[in-house]
């Protein structure tokens, strides 16, 4: 799935006008949908969890990207939850998160502001839950506002639910800089959001050799032996 993008890179010389914002996203839209063509892997890992996922119920997927899912039936697809928009409507949010402070004349290139700006409720979702699955999220500045009240929650002395939390990520760098996030977001308290809650780092460059933490996180789902070494069996992963 092609990694949807959240913010204008620092290289780029701000666009001066919303008409100048609406051709770059216009451009965006172009290319993520050739892009899109190219089908998920169904040897993926993200594929692998994804089907897992879909089909126990009470199940919210919320999609950070701008092209679909591939959800397996029809009657899935509003289980999945599109934060940043969707390329075939159109509707697809660029920009900045609300704490970055620009002269008035440039508010347009804040996320909140674009006339579609309607995100699914992910926050209070995030806040109901009791188990949590991210994947392929750096956590990162740009998105914070989606996760910071949730994390800052788990992390209080007054929270009472002990929630379990499940990251996937690359490699060790990775899971590095998610922690750095996870820090920033709890106010520098990640020990207590370890201390009050079961957190799992997946990391997929190591299930190449030593797959048991993909198979301890599919037995919270599956309750058959067999059907998780099907699974596990089925996956193609790259060191």
């Given at each position: 799935m092609?990694?949807?993008?959240?913010a204008?890179?620092?290289?780029?010389?701000?666009?001066?006008?919303?008409?100048?914002l609406s051709?770059?996203?216009?451009g965006?839209c172009?290319?993520?949908?050739?892009?899109e063509?190219?089908s998920i892997?169904?040897?993926s890992?993200?594929f692998?969890?994804l089907?897992?996922?879909?089909?126990?119920?009470?199940?919210s997927?919320?999609?950070?990207?701008?092209?679909?899912?591939?959800?397996m039936?029809?009657?899935?697809?509003?289980?999945?939850?599109?934060?940043?928009?969707?390329i075939?409507?159109e509707?697809?949010?660029?920009?900045?998160?609300d704490?970055e402070?620009?002269?008035a004349?440039y508010?347009?290139?804040q996320?909140?502001f674009?006339p579609?700006?309607?995100?699914p409720s992910?926050?209070?979702?995030?806040?109901?839950?009791?188990e949590i699955?991210i994947f392929g999220?750096s956590?990162?500045r740009?998105?914070?506002?989606?996760?910071k009240?949730?994390?800052?929650?788990q992390?209080s002395l007054?929270?009472?639910?002990?929630?379990?939390?499940?990251?996937?990520?690359?490699?060790?760098?990775?899971?590095?800089?998610?922690?750095?996030?996870?820090q920033?977001?709890?106010?520098?308290?990640?020990?207590a959001l370890?201390?009050?809650n079961?957190?799992n780092?997946i990391?997929?460059?190591?299930?190449?050799?030593?797959?048991?933490p993909?198979?301890?996180?599919?037995?919270r789902f599956?309750?058959?032996?067999?059907?998780i070494?099907?699974?596990?069996h089925?996956?193609?992963?790259k060191?």
């Amino acid at each position: 799935m092609p990694n949807s993008i959240n913010a204008l890179p620092n290289s780029l010389i701000l666009p001066t006008s919303p008409e100048t914002l609406s051709l770059i996203k216009e451009g965006l839209c172009k290319h993520l949908a050739e892009i899109e063509q190219e089908s998920i892997r169904d040897g993926s890992l993200a594929f692998a969890i994804l089907g897992v996922l879909m089909d126990l119920s009470g199940v919210s997927v919320y999609n950070f990207n701008y092209t679909e899912l591939p959800y397996m039936r029809a009657d899935q697809d509003e289980k999945i939850h599109y934060v940043h928009g969707k390329i075939d409507e159109e509707n697809i949010i660029i920009g900045t998160k609300d704490d970055e402070r620009y002269n008035a004349n440039y508010d347009f290139l804040q996320k909140s502001f674009a006339p579609s700006f309607n995100p699914p409720s992910v926050v209070y979702s995030l806040l109901a839950s009791n188990e949590i699955v991210i994947f392929g999220h750096s956590l990162g500045r740009n998105d914070s506002q989606y996760f910071k009240a949730f994390f800052k929650e788990q992390t209080s002395l007054t929270n009472t639910r002990k929630k379990t939390i499940t990251i996937f990520t690359k490699d060790e760098k990775s899971e590095i800089d998610i922690k750095r996030s996870l820090q920033e977001m709890t106010d520098y308290n990640l020990s207590a959001l370890y201390g009050m809650n079961e957190i799992n780092i997946i990391k997929s460059s190591t299930l190449v050799h030593d797959r048991r933490p993909l198979a301890k996180f599919l037995k919270r789902f599956i309750n058959n032996d067999t059907e998780i070494s099907r699974i596990l069996h089925r996956l193609k992963f790259k060191a």
